[in-house]
């Protein structure tokens, strides 16, 4: 998996959600589908036990779009709230110089619109 900034989507995992939502939507999906089906094609393609990383990535990501078309899932929301608490995509960013405290930064910003939706 890609990372190219710290921000929200600057990442292949959160990019891919974010799309494959949009085009269930259009497609006709309801937003309960279209969230159900990219939870499973990641559940199916991950262990999602010990890729504690790529989960977190893939509720950040559904649930920032959700939010952006202000149709977040309660259980979408709660769910990123408990992985951010966690910091369970922060060992993506601590390597080098990756931005740690900034991704940090992005989380709590994301967390605090979360609990405020």
């Known amino acids: 998996m890609g990372t190219w900034g710290t921000g929200i989507f ?27 089906i990219i939870l499973e094609e990641y559940f ?3 262990n999602m ?7 977190s990535l893939v509720f ?21 709230i408990n992985l951010i608490e966690r910091g369970a995509d922060l060992e993506l960013w601590e390597d080098g110089d990756n931005g740690y405290e900034e991704r940090k930064k992005v989380l709590s910003e994301l967390k605090q619109k979360l609990m405020n939706f």
């Open 60 to 80: 950040i990501g559904l649930s920032a779009i959700q939010m952006e078309k202000n149709c977040l899932q309660e259980q979408v929301r709660s769910n990123t």
């Open 10 to 36: 600057d990442d292949d995992t959160t990019c891919e959600v974010k799309e494959n939502f949009i085009d269930y939507l259009n497609e006709g999906k309801t937003v309960e589908e279209a969230a159900q």
């Open 49 to 55: 036990d010990e890729d504690l990383e790529v989960m």
């Open 44 to 46: 199916d393609e991950f």
